[in-house]
Each structure stands twice: as C-alpha cells, then as structure tokens.
C-alpha cells in the first residue's frame, strides 16, 4: 500500500499536504483503487468556506460515486481544472494530483492522521 509519509490523512481516505501556507487536498491510493476508474471529479465550489469533514467536492467512477471532504477547516481557493477532461489523472497518480487547494482557517493540520495511523484505517476499509 503506497502511503507517501509527507501529508497527513483523513478517516475519509483524503490526503491533504501543507504547501507554502495552503493545503493541498487529494484522495488516497486505496481510495483510487476501491473507486475503480473515475469518470469524474468535480462540483467543487471555489470561495467556499467549509468546516472540516464538510462535503468538498465528489468523484465519480464507473464503480461508485463518492463525496471528497475537506480534511481542514478553510476556504477552497482553488480546484484542478486539468481534472475536468482528465479524471483518470487521480487512478494513475493519485499523491502527485491535488484536487482542490484550501486555505487552512489553523496553520496546523490538527486531528489528520500520519501514514501509520491511517494505513491501520485503509487495510479495515
């Protein structure tokens, strides 16, 4: 199971990374996989401001459709446009393909797992 130790994640199986004051949010490898192949990755509201666990966005695969939450509180201030036309981006290489960008209400990113933690979560989901 490919967990990259550089970001934390959520019970919800998103990973967020801080970035130069902005977290970047993305859904793990084993959420990719259970998904299966997406066909769509969107409905995410620039300008928002979402409390953490909130309903961010949704994907989309030919399997199942699930809702991406914010793993943070913080305003979306952006999405990755490549995504609309390009869903499959997040199967081939879901820790390089951020979906949304939140600017974090807390610098930290409290109550997020490490890779450990959440390795424990994936391998029971």
Do not use: C
Request: hydrophobic share 45%; no cysteine.
């Amino acid at each position: 199971m490919n967990l990259p130790t550089d970001r934390q994640y959520a019970p919800t199986h998103e990973w967020a990374l801080l970035e130069d004051g902005l977290v970047l949010v993305g859904i793990s490898d084993p959420a990719q996989e259970a998904l299966g192949d997406l066909v769509f990755v969107g409905d995410v509201a620039v300008g928002a401001h979402l409390a953490q666990g909130a309903v961010a966005g949704v994907v989309e695969s030919v399997k199942a459709a699930s809702d991406i939450h914010a793993p943070v509180a913080g305003e979306v201030v952006g999405f990755n446009e490549t995504l609309a036309a390009n869903p499959e981006q997040v199967n081939e290489s879901p820790y390089e393909t951020w979906i949304f960008k939140l600017k974090p209400s807390e610098p930290a990113l409290q109550g997020l797992l490490d890779a450990a933690a959440y390795r424990v979560i994936a391998e029971t989901s």
